[in-house]
């Protein structure tokens, strides 16, 4: 019988990566960003806070680079603007010749809470991460917050090449959207137009939260964000078609949301707390531009509850959008998460073939632990955001967000993981880096998670083949409560062959039952690794 088996997920390796080893309990690591090389598929860059004193809230950002698809990394603290002391929310992007940008938000000396804000800063490597420059200040103001950043990549667009980048600036009574960009490898930035950086948006855009960027294969870029930061129900978007000489006016994808800041602030500290948590969180927008005219945005809603990640899509661009006009939840069915668990900080990318990603951070009881933890989990679209029938669990084990935690600006009753995480992808797949505490410390890990496409297999075929194996000079077999049986002659090597033929057929399972015999292959191949290990040792 032939049988057609749905796509499915896979990690590479099967392991969590950790991606930083700090030499101190003070060196926290959280609120990642990260982006691939164009020109080298296994170049990936990221950045996060690196603090110095917990309790202060006191942090620079450090810069990571992997130039093996995310097996090994290289941690490397970046350079401050003259005057500042310390660095914040980093986004990442890189341009067509390799150089790759980290945005940074520079405060001045001191504390923390008590260090004024300089502006924003751009550090640029030309090397894939391995080194850094200068940090060049390319905006001046105390009012300026949260940047994002996104690159032109496609080829075949009229502006391949440009990076982008948009921040709030906090005036009198408003929050001014900001936009500066580079079409020259990093030698000017500038604004709308002719305009110095970050000029563009006076009088335009007043209610700007957490601005992201994504870029269209036609070179089309979206600014979109929150309106308000608690008390704003709708997300808006501008767009521009040239390259970022000008933009339209802001319109509305999004209205009636419920973001869990509005609906939990005053739950614990200063800061919005899931039930359950003392970390901060709060509902930001995040999006992608899919195959097509496709574009998905995503956010942290709270109207059921209990957090879950919603969506909404447009298959033209923005001009028209599809579904509730609230937004409909990004998972459905079988899917869906428990009704003890919280989707929160939802990510968005897009692969080069048009599959879209969301990766989110699960907080809630997990069996085996006694308190709520954390794990990351990645669903995947590969209908241009209709559907995400793709789930994986990426951690290997759930986090506690309660173990090495800062105190959010020095609060001592909320402490801080991050508002958002690192996710990008190329044609090697989707790459992740989040902050992760199962050392016993705030670290940086990292995973790649690919999509594996539906095969025909004849199942007739495997039978024919186990049978041949076994009796042919051993094998295995696994039983269908999900044991696996080594069986004779002995041979290492036919052992490990035959368990990693059974996790390959696994892999094809759909349900518990492939997760069963996943494990149990899994579980086999590391039985017979130690018993050689053994073997070695005792001769």
């Known amino acids: 019988m032939i049988r057609l088996f749905q796509p499915s997920l896979r990690k590479h390796p099967w392991r969590d990566v950790q991606v930083t080893h700090s030499p101190s309990p003070l060196n926290d690591r959280s609120e990642s960003a990260l982006a691939v090389n164009p020109r080298r598929a296994k170049n990936v860059v990221g950045a996060s806070k690196r603090f110095s004193d917990p309790a202060k809230y006191n942090f620079v950002l450090a810069a990571y680079s992997s130039h093996d698809a995310g097996l090994t990394w290289a941690d490397t603290v970046l350079p401050l603007p003259t005057g500042a002391g310390h660095s914040s929310d980093p986004a990442v992007a890189f341009d067509n010749a390799g150089n790759v940008y980290i945005v940074g938000l520079p405060l001045g000396p001191g504390d923390f809470a008590n260090g004024p804000t300089l502006g924003i800063s751009i550090n640029r490597s030309s090397d894939g991460g391995k080194t850094w420059g200068p940090a060049e200040m390319i905006h001046h103001s105390g009012g300026d917050d949260k940047q994002g950043a996104a690159s032109d990549c496609t080829p075949s667009s009229p502006h391949f090449g440009n990076v982008y980048a948009a921040w709030d600036d906090v005036g009198a009574g408003e929050v001014i959207l900001r936009f500066a960009r580079t079409t020259d490898h990093g030698a000017t930035w500038r604004g709308v137009g002719g305009q110095p ?101 995503a956010w942290a809603d709270f109207r059921e509850g209990v957090s879950r990640v919603y969506h909404r899509r447009s298959d033209d661009g923005g001009t028209t959008w599809l579904g509730s006009a609230s937004g409909d939840p990004l998972l459905t069915g079988s899917n869906i998460s428990p009704a003890d668990q919280h989707d929160f900080h939802p990510q968005l990318a897009a692969m080069p073939n048009g599959d879209i990603g969301c990766a989110f951070y699960q907080f809630g009881p997990k069996a085996g632990f006694a308190e709520p933890r954390i794990d990351v989990v990645m669903a995947v679209s590969t209908d241009s955001g209709a559907s995400f029938p793709l789930r994986l669990t990426v951690t290997d084990k759930p986090w506690d967000p309660a173990v090495d935690a800062p105190l959010s600006h020095g609060d001592p009753n909320t402490t801080f993981i991050g508002e958002y995480f690192g996710l990008a992808a190329n044609d090697e797949g989707f790459f992740l880096l989040w902050t992760d505490t199962r050392t016993g410390m705030q670290e940086m890990f ?58 390959q057929i696994a892999l094809e399972t759909k349900g518990r039952a492939g997760m069963i015999m996943q494990q149990a292959a899994l579980g086999a191949i590391a039985d017979l690794a130690a018993e050689q290990l053994r073997g070695l040792r005792s001769g």
């Not at 709060?282 to 998905?296: D, E, H, I, K, P």
């Not at 594996?452 to 199942?459: G, I, T, V």
């Not at 295995?476 to 996790?503: E, F, K, N, R, W």
């Open 197 to 297: 950086a970050g000029n563009g948006f006076d009088g335009i855009v007043s209610d700007s939260f957490a601005p992201e960027i994504t870029v269209a294969r036609d070179g089309t870029v979206y600014i979109f964000w929150l309106s308000g930061e608690e008390t704003g129900n709708m997300l808006k978007f501008v767009k521009s078609v040239d390259g970022g000489d000008s933009f339209s006016g802001p319109h509305i994808a999004v209205s009636g949301l419920t973001p869990i800041s509005r609906a939990l602030l005053g739950e614990g500290g200063s800061f919005p707390e899931l039930p359950g948590g003392k970390f901060r969180v709060l509902s930001s927008a995040v999006g992608c531009a899919g195959r097509n005219q496709t574009l998905v945005f």
């Open 446 to 503: 990292s995973s790649r998670v690919t999509v594996e496409p539906a095969r025909y297999l004849n199942e007739e075929l495997i039978i024919e083949i186990l049978f041949g194996i076994i009796n042919d000079g051993g094998g295995v077999y696994i039983t269908p409560d999900g044991h696996i049986h080594v069986v004779g002659p002995g041979d290492p090597v036919m052992s490990l062959l035959g368990a990693l033929a059974m996790y």
